[in-house]
């Protein structure tokens, strides 16, 4: 029956652990079941293998390598009470010993259960849930075909290569996507890598999501040069547009690192960037002097509170000013409206009712409230004078346009921090404000880089933090209704406000030196600590994927090697210049 479904090797299941463990705030505990299963010394065997045992409940719980340690019987109790001369002899034997006589030698694997058990009945089928395993009992590897079937989405879109499986990594984007991803990885692991591979393929297999990116260190109009080139896109940048195409190709260089594995192709880059001028896809984005952005409901709630609490307010007024308080309150409820949007005409039936019933209470006309009352609705009413700048408005307009041929790849060039958090956060909000009233399921992916300097730990007024950090958060916390989502990247989890972690369901992990970084991990997916430790071991451009109901089929952490986006994109800019001689 089991026939094909695991691999010859056998091991024992010989401890069963439990390890408990302060939070990593230290506010609470955690504990995690460790087992260790004996397997044949030259098994075939990496963290992130699929072991099944069998269970009290007869179908087979399933574990995942976490850690394995060779072990000789030579040196079992062999410690430092024993004579230092015996114990050199005895290490030299086992030193000998070592690849000669198997018998004497073995893995012990550490593995934990990961919520899943397989029954084997007349199928295969792997269900939610946790059994106790019986102690010595066999532990069977998952063959290939069986793991293949357990880990990937069969109709997923392809990201890597699953280290120790030959097998590719398919994944459900579109699911990924709805459920927002986090890339964490120290400096150099790849992590710019990773999202620039992720967005090509979004924009290949994901044909109705647009993706805007905010880029901070202006790395991805080269990274992603060739799609920028193949897809209708705009490169946004805050800079005067180069005069002439000469001019754009030259300052694209000047302005730009070019990787040293594609230096060969910079009169290639040189040459896209002068397509991408000729073809109008750059832009400057224009952003209005600070204080002239539009008001929001946040800011007119200000306005009338300050009005009850001028002392120079007359008496009678302030009871109409707190019920227009009031007011709004229920008209931001009605129309699920929040501080930081923007204020519309939506606000003109309020103050029509407050300003009839500042009449009939008898107000003199030339009462400050009637005053106040106008002056906001001339503002409300106002028509924005409607100038040729690209500014967040056209962008925003552009960005939800559902057209075929509407661009759908945005890169937005923001090296001042401020200036970026402040567009970050005008752009997400005006966004949001837009898709509320115009129903549209077109995803759009927002691609923060950086992304402890836009949602960070501790948020300042003075420096725009608070307010990009309020407006992501809201996209994470309610953007998946409207299809806005997020893609966040940091290398630093300690440094982001953890509130947004747990509105993240896909996580992509590499190297993350701090204990404190990965335990947060551990804890929030309850993927066991030595797993998570493994991620030390981990090369530039490989990962650990971790999902919860999202990415793939079952919530299982795997590590994959991701493609080299380098490689794709000599590939796309070649195929994009057949006739050139690169
Ligand atoms: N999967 C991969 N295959 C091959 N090379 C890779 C892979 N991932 C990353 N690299 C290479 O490793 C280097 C660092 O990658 P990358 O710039 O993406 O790291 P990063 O984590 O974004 O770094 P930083 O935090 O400094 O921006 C680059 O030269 C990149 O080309």
Not at 30 to 59: C, H, M, W, Y
Not at 201 to 208: A, G, H, T
Request: aromatic share 8%.
């Amino acid at each position: 029956m089991s026939e094909g479904l695991f691999e010859e090797q056998i091991g024992r299941l010989r401890e069963m652990k439990v390890i408990t463990r302060q939070t990593a705030d230290g506010r609470g505990s955690v504990s995690f079941r460790n087992f260790i299963v004996e397997f044949p010394i030259n098994s075939k065997i990496t963290a992130g293998k699929i072991l099944a045992v069998k269970s009290l409940q007869n179908d087979y719980l399933l574990l995942e390598v976490a850690d394995l340690l060779p072990v000789h019987y030579g040196m079992i109790n062999l410690d430092g009470s024993i004579p230092k001369e015996i114990r050199d002899e005895v290490m030299r034997k086992v030193e000998e010993d070592w690849g000669r006589n198997d018998e004497e030698a073995w893995l012990d694997v550490y593995a934990y259960p990961i919520g899943y058990l397989l029954k084997i009945d007349g199928g295969v089928e792997f269900y939610k849930g946790y059994s106790p395993p019986i102690p010595g009992s066999t532990v069977r590897i998952l063959s290939r075909e069986l793991y293949e079937k357990f880990v990937c989405d069969k109709n997923g879109v392809e990201i890597g290569n699953i280290i120790g499986e030959d097998v590719k990594l398919k994944i459900n984007m579109e699911k990924a996507i709805n459920y927002h991803i986090g890339i964490f990885a120290f400096t150099g692991s790849g992590k710019s890598n990773l999202t620039a591979s992720l967005v090509r393929r979004i924009l290949k297999e994901n044909k109705d999501t647009k993706v805007v990116i905010f880029d901070i260190s202006l790395e991805y109009s080269i990274l992603l040069l060739d799609q920028l080139i193949s897809n209708n896109s705009r490169l946004i940048s805050t800079e005067r547009l180069p005069i002439n195409k000469t001019d754009a190709g030259r300052r694209f260089i000047r302005t730009h690192v070019i990787p040293e594995e594609i230096i060969d192709l910079k009169d290639e880059i040189r040459k896209s960037a002068e397509e991408l001028f000729e073809s109008n896809k750059m832009r400057q984005l224009y952003v209005p002097p600070e204080g002239s952005t539009y008001l929001t409901y946040g800011e007119i709630i200000d306005m009338v509170r300050a009005q009850i609490n001028d002392k120079y307010t007359a008496f009678a007024q302030k009871p109409l000013f707190g019920l227009f308080l009031k007011k709004i309150d229920e008209t931001m409820r009605q129309n699920k409206l929040t501080k930081e949007d923007i204020a519309d005409t939506t606000l003109s039936p309020v103050i029509d009712e407050i300003e009839t019933l500042a009449r009939e209470s008898g107000l003199k006309e030339n009462a400050s409230i009637f005053a106040f009352l106008n002056a906001l609705r001339a503002y409300l009413t106002s028509e924005i004078q409607e100038g040729e700048e690209y500014d967040i408005e056209k962008m925003a307009i552009e960005i939800l346009d559902n057209e075929e041929n509407s661009p759908r790849l945005f890169i937005l060039e923001l090296p001042n921090i401020e200036e970026a958090r402040l567009i970050v956060g005008q752009l997400i909000n005006q966004i949001m404000l837009r898709r509320k009233k115009s129903y549209s399921i077109n995803p759009i992916l927002f691609v923060l880089d950086e992304a402890q300097e836009f949602i960070p730990f501790d948020t300042k007024q003075k420096d725009n933090s608070e307010f990009s950090s309020n407006a992501v958060e809201k996209l994470l916390r309610h953007g998946r209704k409207y299809h806005l989502h997020g893609l966040i990247s940091t290398q630093r989890l300690a440094y982001l406000n953890t509130n947004v972690l747990q509105q993240l369901h896909t996580y992509f992990i590499s190297t993350l030196p701090r204990p404190y970084d990965r335990q947060l991990i551990a804890e929030t997916f309850g993927i066991n600590d030595t797993l998570m430790d493994r991620t030390l071991d981990l090369e530039v451009g490989q990962w650990l994927l971790v999902s919860f109901k999202a990415a793939l089929p079952h919530d299982v952490p795997v590590f994959f090697t991701a493609p080299n986006n380098l490689e794709e994109l000599r590939k796309g800019i070649q195929n994009s210049r057949p006739s050139s001689s690169i």
